[in-house]
């Protein structure tokens, strides 16, 4: 197994990513977004999760975080990933009008199927990849504007604050539109 991707100080500031199995275009739809923003929001209060930057994508999810203590940040995304694709699976198991049900939850069948770790779905790949980062860094500042400039490179507006599933707003002194993020500078 890789030593390079961990999670290895547990006071640490890490830019971690993940994405829906198959790379599913899942989070076109706002209740899905919303469902993981309620994730973050229970793992800031309820774990120790600190996010310093975000940014939700179609298929995948791009972190600054850290732990406040309560636990490690490798428990904190375990446990995050875990709850949001319990309740994602769910909401598209009983929305009636996803058009899109059986296509996915075929899907998330085919990966959890594949995987021993599962028992029925797979929604998120396994992997978060960590890359530690020093506030005031080069790299951390690097990776913040890789994050806020995400929706823009999709095409998706013109000025990174202008997307509300991202924390650019928090940084541009405009104040998080739909969440706030503990900002490091």
């Not at 600190?50 to 375990?78: D, E, F, P, T």
């Not at 939850?105 to 599962?118: F, K, S, T, V, W």
Request: charged content about 25%; hydrophobic content about 40%; proline content about 3%.
């Amino acid at each position: 197994m890789s030593t390079k991707y961990k999670f290895r100080d547990p006071e640490g500031v890490y830019f971690v990513t993940f994405a829906v199995v198959g790379w599913i275009d899942l989070f076109t739809r706002q209740i899905y977004r919303d469902i993981l923003l309620d994730s973050f929001r229970y793992c800031i209060r309820e774990k120790g999760l600190a996010i310093h930057g975000y940014v939700i994508m179609s298929n995948h999810v791009h972190l600054i975080i850290s732990s406040k203590g309560k636990q490690s940040s490798s428990a904190i995304m375990r446990d995050l990933k875990k709850f949001s694709a319990v309740k994602i699976i769910r909401e598209i198991i009983e929305n009636p009008t996803e058009s899109r049900k059986r296509w996915m939850l075929r899907l998330l069948a085919d990966a959890g199927e594949a995987n021993a770790n599962n028992t029925h779905y797979q929604f998120w790949q396994q992997d978060n990849h960590p890359i530690e980062l020093h506030p005031n860094s080069d790299l951390f500042a690097q990776k913040l504007d890789y994050i806020h400039q995400n929706p823009v490179k999709a095409g998706w507006v013109t000025e990174p604050g202008d997307y509300i599933y991202s924390s650019a707003s928090n940084y541009m002194e405009k104040g998080g539109i739909l969440m706030e993020v503990e900002t490091l500078y």
